[in-house]
């Protein structure tokens, strides 16, 4: 299984670009009609373009429900008669009487528009003649998803499948069957801990099903909802169940039986003993090119300071227990801030944001989730004396003078810029104030938000 792992880095880097592009769209798309962030939480619209289907008779059941809330890519909740046909990827609603036949297109990964992932049609079939026969009956719930996409990078792999199969599922207390397409083998061994959780049974490699079945459930969802990256919409989650990111993150907990579910105590309970800051290292681009300097600059300010490479193994779990003895986070933007899942409630994210006018990103994808799962957060932005680029690209070049022009030329130029071409060298005095504010808001934690 090891094999994956060096595959896994570049095409995590690929995607890395992608999402960038995403997000990045999304972000100015947002920006430009609402004037700001406030989108996130307050400002997601609350359309439901719902087309309800259901059969005439009193005693009918079946109907299939298409969700379009939100901006991500819609689901679809089919309940009833269903019967799934993997090689074809149809899903077919069997009505117990005559009825209209509709169908509806769905791409079951949360995204829109990703060009890998294979369509599954939902059909309501018009009567029972035209059902296709079981070959095995099931008396619990599916959901079927796809992996592609943009799975690989970790936040993605959170993002865009962990929370939103957790939105999905938590309903169920693991009585669902998984139905995947678009399979990447290694990506369900990676996060085998959580998925063990969330459904009880070995899932369904729809990819690999063969002509020879014709799968039934009492209700299937196709497609899986993304509210927004790391967020959730307490009222947006099926089954009457109101979730939040605190909610996530204490799954997190119980998932990887992560012992601490407060900070450290700085008051009478610990006395002399430290907050733990861990300092995220990066292998390629945004590294702390003075990453000594910042850990005795942590260690000035009171913090027991390490830095990690947790770019993942086989599975994530050792890094959630890594992760979960700290109480702050430190790193440049990127991927692996999302470890912040794994920090005890109270704990500290300071995300350290490159030059180029990157906080709305910064802030979008790591900052206001931050808040949500119930932890302090601290950014840094980056000056153009602390930026490589001053030195690669020289004080008049555009991306140092003018990072507007930079954005306004597009996605590609901003992340080969600002993201791919850029390190960081920390000025340790102007930094000092954020970690001393990092340390003081551990040191005003109450034992508070446990387990
Ligand atoms: C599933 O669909 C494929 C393609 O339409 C078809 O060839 C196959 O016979 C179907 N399988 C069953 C068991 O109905």
């Not at 967020?231 to 993150?249: A, N, Q, Y």
């Not at 027991?304 to 109480?327: I, M």
């Not at 490589?388 to 003018?402: F, N, R, V, Y």
């Not at 590609?412 to 993201?419: G, H, N, S």
């Amino acid at each position: 299984m090891k094999s994956w792992a060096p595959i896994h880095v570049n095409i995590g880097f690929v995607v890395g670009v992608l999402f960038v592009l995403l997000t990045y769209l999304v972000v100015s798309q947002r920006a430009a009609t609402s004037g700001g962030l406030s989108v996130v939480a307050s400002d997601v619209q609350q359309i439901e373009n719902k087309q309800l289907i259901q059969g005439s008779g009193e005693s009918e059941k079946g109907r299939v429900v298409y969700d379009t809330k939100g901006n991500y890519a819609p689901t679809c909740e089919v309940d009833g008669d269903v019967r799934i046909n993997s090689t074809a990827l149809s899903v077919f609603l069997v009505p117990a009487s005559r009825s209209e036949r509709r169908e509806w297109t769905i791409q079951p990964y949360s995204r829109k528009n990703m060009p890998d992932i294979k369509t599954v049609t939902v059909t309501q079939l018009p009567d029972k003649a035209a059902a296709p026969p079981c070959t095995v009956t099931y008396s619990i719930p599916a959901v079927l998803f796809a992996l592609g996409g943009l799975t690989g990078n970790f936040w993605h792999d959170f993002s865009d499948v962990l929370v939103p199969l957790f939105i999905a599922c938590r309903r169920y207390d693991g009585e669902v069957q998984f139905l995947i397409s678009n399979m990447k083998p290694w990506w369900p061994v990676a996060y085998k801990t959580i998925l063990r959780r969330l459904s009880r049974y070995d899932a369904v490699d729809l990819d690999g099903d063969g002509d020879a079945h014709v799968r039934c459930f009492p209700h299937v969802t196709v497609g899986i909802h993304q509210h927004n990256g790391l967020s959730i919409v307490p009222e947006w989650v099926p089954g009457g169940r109101r979730l939040d990111m605190t909610d996530f993150t204490r799954f997190m907990r119980e998932v990887y039986a992560l012992p601490r579910g407060a900070p450290v105590s700085l008051n009478r309970e610990e006395p002399g003993k430290r907050p733990r800051l861990l300092l995220v290292h990066r292998g390629h681009s945004r590294r702390f090119l003075n990453e000594d300097e910042v850990l005795r600059a942590a260690e000035a300010a009171g913090f027991e300071a390490v830095a990690l490479d947790l770019r993942r193994d086989e599975t994530v779990d050792a890094n959630a227990r890594a992760v979960n003895s700290f109480d702050a986070l430190l790193g440049v933007h990127g991927a692996g801030l999302t470890n912040a899942v794994f920090l005890p409630p109270g704990g500290v994210l300071i995300q350290v944001v490159p030059y180029g006018k990157m906080d709305v990103i910064a802030t979008l994808e790591f900052g206001l989730p931050a808040k949500e799962m119930g932890l302090r957060y601290l950014d840094y932005i980056v000056a153009a004396e602390e930026s490589s680029l001053m030195e690669t690209l020289g004080p008049e070049h555009p991306a140092i003078k003018d990072p507007d022009s930079i954005h306004s030329s597009g996605w590609d130029k901003m992340t080969e810029f600002y993201l791919n071409m850029q390190s960081v060298r920390i000025d340790v005095a102007r930094f000092a104030p954020t970690l001393k504010l990092a340390f003081d808001q551990l040191r005003q934690q109450q034992r508070q938000g446990g387990v």
